[in-house]
């Protein structure tokens, strides 16, 4: 199968900090990237669809100042949490369909965990 | 009525049962249907893809779809402690790009 990287896995941040998180498709090229949020013993939660060279399009509900979407390239994707707060702090994973066909599979990353002191 | 419905479990089997999963859907545009499997606090692992409806096996795995019932099982014989997981349904009409729909997981516990 098509492999996602997500990077950190794992990150630790003062409340008000920024933490940056990057998807990449390593094997594939991906038109669009989705990010989830999940809450322990919860679902997946889309928080926004990432398409490359134009902007995210957001769920309703998620403020997209304080997660900014970027899809600079083919293989590439970045969440950018912005002034982190205490209730921020959730997994975050990253998706991707591969351009090739008709994009009908879909392949994770490994997800990030994210804790804001 | 939700778009995908799945039953939240936690379902506990003995090692070597075979477990049934299920999802329902009520929206007949879907065609791709799958199933993932995700390990506490890891990505989903794509598990099985199916298109329209049928079988389809892959080694203790086993997934259906009806589409005249809006109906998708994923069976797993000789179950494993290894298959503890929470398994998610996912489905997607037909264009690039469109949204997947995901049933809210459920829990599976295989117990030695």
């Known amino acids: 199968g098509a492999v996602v990287s997500q990077h950190p896995s794992w990150v630790i941040c003062k409340s008000g900090t920024s933490v940056k998180i990057e998807c990449r498709s390593l094997?594939?090229?991906?038109?669009?990237m989705f990010w989830y949020r999940q809450f322990p013993k919860q679902s997946l939660m889309l928080m926004a669809t990432s398409n490359e060279g134009s902007k995210a399009t957001y769920e309703q509900g998620v403020e997209k100042d304080k997660f900014l979407i970027n899809h600079a390239s083919l293989t590439l994707s970045t969440l950018t949490v912005t002034s982190a707060h205490p209730e921020d702090s959730s997994f975050y994973i990253c998706s991707a369909p591969p351009r090739q066909g008709r994009g009908e599979k879909l392949f994770f990353g490994s997800g990030t965990q994210l804790s804001v002191l | 009525q939700k778009e995908v419905e799945q039953d939240p479990g936690p379902l506990s089997v003995p090692e070597g049962a075979i477990v049934s999963l299920n999802c329902t859907y009520s929206?007949?545009?879907?065609?791709?249907f799958m199933w993932y499997r995700q390990y506490s606090r890891k990505g989903p692992e794509l598990l099985m893809y199916t298109y329209s409806s049928g079988n389809k096996e892959d080694g203790r795995f086993t997934a259906q779809v009806d589409k005249s019932s809006k109906y998708i099982s994923l069976f797993i014989r000789d179950s494993q402690p290894s298959d503890s997981a929470t398994y998610l349904c996912a489905m997607k009409a037909g264009n690039y790009g469109q949204n997947f729909v995901f049933g809210p997981g459920t829990r599976l516990s295989v117990l030695p």
């Open positions: 929206n007949s545009a879907f065609q791709y």
């Open positions: 094997d594939f090229q991906a038109t669009t």
